[in-house]
Structure formats: C-alpha cells, structure tokens
C-alpha cells in the first residue's frame, strides 16, 4: 500500500523502459528530414501576400485530404450539372409542345385541340399564328429568279 | 374522184375535231371545281391587320361603313370577283388528302372568314347606293360560300357556318331596311330553297371523325407518336395515367381503344337523334366519360386523346343553324306583310323550325316589327335566342 503511495518507483520502472529525458529541438535535423516542407514555409514568407492568403491556399492545395475534398466537390458539381441537363431534356418536350411547326398547327389533330381549349376563336388564332410564322412571301420576284 | 374524197375525210373530221377541242379549252370558265377560284380569291386577298379588325367590327355592328373600309374592298375587287365566281360554281373540291387522317392539313379556313366580311362590306357598300338586290344577291354568294366551305372535316362544318351566319345577319338587316318588294321577296325566297338543298351536316363531321381516329387506331407508331401527352388536351391530372398507358401500348391495346372508341361513337350517334336539350345533355355526358374511365380502364386512352369537342361543337352547330331558320321563317311573313299591308296575327305554318325546340318559333309581334324567339334555352350559352326583325313602315 505505501508501495503504490510512493510514486517514485513507477518512475523509475518506466525509465528502465523509455528515454524519459527531455526532448531537445534539433532545427537542422528537421530540416533535412522535412525538407519539403520547410521550403514551402521559406516560399509563402517569400510571397507578396499581406494577409498570407494566397500562401495558405497553395499549401492546403498541396494537402491530399483537401485534393480529395476538392475532387469530391468536382464530381458532386459534375453529377449535379449533367443530371440538370438531362431535366432539360424532358422539358424540350415541353417546348416542343409550343414551338410545333407551322404545318403541323393546321392538321386537323391540332385544330381540333385548339377548339377543345377555346372554341372558333382559338381556331382562328391558331391559323393567324401558323400563317404568321411562315416565311414571308416575296412581294416581287425577277424574271431570272421565276426561270431559276 | 372517190380516192380524193376519202383523202379529204380525215382531214375535216381533224381540224372539226382540233377547232371543237380547242374552243371548249378557251371558254372554259369558271372552271368545274370551286376551289380553285376560293384559292385564287385567297391569293389576291390583301388587308393589313388593322383592317382585318375594322371588318371584323363592321361585321359585329360596332362600327359603321367608312371611307377606310370602301378603300379596302375596291383594292380587293379581284379577290370579290373570284369569291363570287366560284361560288355559281356547283361542285367544290378542297384538295385535303383524308388518307393522312389525323395530319390532314385543312384549308386556310380563317381567310375564308375573312373573304366573307369583305363580300360583306362590298354589299353594304352596294345599300348605301341603294342597290338592294345586287346587295343580296351578294349575301346569298356569301351562303353558297358557306356551304362549300362546310366539308366532312369538323372544323369546316363550323367555319362554314360562321361564315353563313355573316350572310343570314346581314340578310336580316337588308329585310328591315329595304323597301317593301313582295318580287325580290319570292326571288330570294326562292334562292334560298335552292341554296339550302346544299344543307349543313354535323352528322358527317361525326362519320369522319369516327373514320380519322379508327384509321389512326391501327399503328402503333401513331400511339407513340402521341407522346408527350402534354401536347394533346388532356386534363394535367389525368397525363400520367395516359401516358403510362401508351407506353405500356401493344397491339392488343389497340384492338380495346378501338373497341371503346366505337361504342362511344354509337352512343354519340344515338344521342344526335335525340331532342336537342337531352342530346345535349347526353353529348357532355359521353365526351366526359373517358376522363372519368381512364383512371381504371386504358382502353379509354385514345379517346380521351382523339375525341373532338362533340358536345360543344353540337352545341355551336344547332346555334348556327337556327338563325338561317329564322330568316326563312322572316321572308314568309315580310312576303305576308307585303301582300296584305299587315304583319300577321299569327305564324304561318309550314315554316322552318325553332332547333333548339324542333316547335314553331314563339311569333310576337312588336312595335317596328316582329321577333322569332327560341321554346327552349341554348344549353351553351344558358339563354333563350330572340331574333328581331324591324319592319319599314
């Protein structure tokens, strides 16, 4: 019991086992050792950013967590663009439905949906716009281009 | 002697034959099918959309015969000239190639409309001078116009009688402004019993309707053609129900549409025999059944996607065949006040009936005149139809 109260001989034990000196900080040593990494610390000091910005996102850059993270952030964008536009594709069925030719707006399929939407008057409508989209016609032609 | 006249034959019976030929192709005018006058009327039609709006306001009676206006219908007299031409014209082929069914593409029936105002406006010029029978004679090119324009297609059926309710309005007019003439009565009265063995049939709309979507039922391309099914009238509720039932389409699914398609066409013809308030009411209650099927039954898909507005389209059609009714009803008793000085007490029977009835019109005589009023309210427009007619005194 007086033992364990005495501290002194756990110490000791350990000691026996690991270097319990203290630590002393070798500069030249790790610098060699990280050598990388102490040339990138010279390099942001060298940088002309005042806040240190710049430097700081070069070696975060550098890091290979924040490489996956970025890689992760790309793919996500990627996935999230593509799959808008394939949105945008069924919506082309949308406009399509709009923006159907002039031909196809005087078939009878079509001008009997315009009269079940708005009776004679959408009929009416529906044959102005037809005929409003078609090319215009010339309103003089030229021998040459009547023979051609 | 006789090898010289037998030489000769040939060459007489050659150039008789060349001079007969030739002659028939010279004087061969108006041609044989309408159309092809329409079509060139449609050609020379010329008026800018602000006049185009002037007509349509003249036709409606908001505005009245302007300088603007006469200018409009002397730089259109060509296409006047070709209008009328082809409407002395018995036979008129309209060139639509019902073989495509459904993508028939129809004729341009809203310069059709339009051609009729200015024949309009061009009789109303011929009033202001004082030319009444040239007027009218105007107005009944405007009737057999319609009557050509009025084909098996739906669409024309209801043009054509856009088009001869311009005439009939205006006809009403001249009758209550023209001076009494018991002559040109019986002559336009007589014209109109001719121009109307030439009458109006929603029924064929209704067999050509039926033959287009039965024609269209049989490839499957077509159904899937009908994909989006945003682009046809379906209620927005009911789109995905369709379009998950054309997507799973085969050929069996076609043999159902078409069967239900037809049962519907049936009762659709049943319903046209029956009195116009309960035809109507059987009408709506057909066109809305495959939207009420559908949920449940796929074999509704196609006629809820290709069944015309039946019921409106009656409706429009027995309106605008009841205002010629009532005209021809007017002339007998103007030809009664004319013969006798006095409007009559009563309806002269034999007359043209009230449609939305099938009675006699409600005859009422009124200071200035008279009205033809309707038994039976117009479904539609939830009213009850007076026609006026003004007397001169």
Known sequence: MNKYKDEKWLDELISGYIDTSEPKFDA?????????????????????????????????????????????????????I?????????????????????????????????????????????????????KPRATSISLQELLN | MRATSNKRLPKVIYVTLTLLVSTSQVFAYPPDNAAVLYYRACQWYQAEPEMEQMLSDLSRGKIELNPKIKKLVRSNKHAIDFAVAASGVTHCDWGMDYSKGMSTLLPPLHTFK???????????????????????????SVEKFARHVSDRNMM??????????????????ILANMPEDLDMLNWLKNQLVQIDGNSFSFEICVDDANET?????????????????ENWEVPSSLSKTAEKWIFAADK?????????????????????????PKAYQELKRLCEKPEKDIIENPDATLTLMLLPAFDKSYGVGIRGENLPNAVRAAIEIYIVKAKTGHLPNAL???????????????????????VLRCRVKDLGKDMVHEYQFKVTK
């Open chain 2, 114 to 140: 339009k051609l009729a105002r200015l024949m309009i406006a061009d009789a109303k010029i011929m009033v202001e001078k004082g030319d009444y029978t040239s007027a009218i004679d105007r107005c009944l």
């Open chain 1, 82 to 134: 593509i799959h808008q536009q394939s949105s945008e594709k069924v919506d082309t069925n949308a406009v399509s439905k709009v923006t159907i030719s002039p031909t196809d707006m005087l078939t009878v399929a079509s001008l009997n949906i315009a009269y079940r939407k708005g009776g004679l008057e959408a009929v009416e409508a529906q044959f102005e716009k037809a005929h409003g989209t078609r």
């Open chain 2, 348 to 370: 002269p029977s034999g007359l043209p009936k009230d449609l939305f009835s099938g009675e006699d019109f409600e005859y009422k005589k009124m200071k200035g005149g008279f």
């Open chain 2, 252 to 276: 069996q699914f076609l043999v159902r549409n078409r069967g239900y398609w037809e049962g519907l066409i049936r009762n659709i013809k049943a319903a046209l025999d029956m009195p116009y």
């Open chain 2, 213 to 229: 979507a039965i024609l269209f039922m049989t490839k499957l391309d077509n159904i899937k053609a009908l994909l989006p099914v």
């Open chain 1, 28 to 80: 030249e040593k790790w610098r060699q050792k990280y050598s990388w990494e102490f040339q990138s610390l010279v390099d942001r000091r060298s940088q002309s950013s005042p806040e240190g910005q710049v430097g700081i996102l070069s070696v975060v850059l550098k890091s290979r967590v924040v490489k996956v993270a970025a890689a992760v952030i790309i793919v996500a964008i990627s996935f999230f």
């Open chain 2, 156 to 173: 024309n059926y209801l043009l054509g009688l856009a088009i001869n309710g311009e005439a009939d309005k205006y006809i009403q007019d």
